[in-house]
């Protein structure tokens, strides 16, 4: 099993920055994609961004140039760094990870962190 404790969300004024961190730990030994997504209100959970264990990324259309995924495979954790927020970026954040196929190829999900920009 592994265990994801995200941290970083919180209340900010449009334009501003937030920086999402997601550390996981328990048998972590073969984690491949880390990623985030996020669900709104009403809406479906979406893929805001991921990062492959050899540092690959992918962005949703609507975060590319305002977004950046990164990880730090020393200490099994990934960051998001969010600038010039929108107030459609107001969502529930949640942090994913997927063990390569060799190791099963599970996905965990952590609780979710709150982002909420105000107009």
């Known amino acids: 099993q592994v265990q994801l404790v995200e941290s970083g969300g919180g209340l900010v004024q449009a334009g501003g920055s937030l920086r999402l961190s997601c550390a996981a730990s328990g048998s972590t030994f073969g984690i491949n994609t880390m990623g985030w997504y996020r669900q709104a209100p009403g809406k479906q959970r979406e893929l805001v961004a991921s990062?492959?264990?050899?540092?690959?990324?992918n962005y949703a259309d609507s975060v590319k140039g305002r977004f950046a995924i990164s990880r730090d495979n020393a200490k099994n954790t990934v960051f998001l760094q969010m600038n010039s927020l929108k107030s459609e970026d107001t969502a529930i954040y949640y942090c994913?990870?997927?063990?390569?196929?060799?190791?099963?190829?599970?996905?965990?999900w952590g609780q979710g962190t709150q982002v909420t920009v105000s107009s």
């Open positions: 994913n990870v997927v063990k390569s196929i060799l190791d099963g190829g599970a996905t965990y």
């Open positions: 990062i492959s264990s050899g540092g690959s990324t």
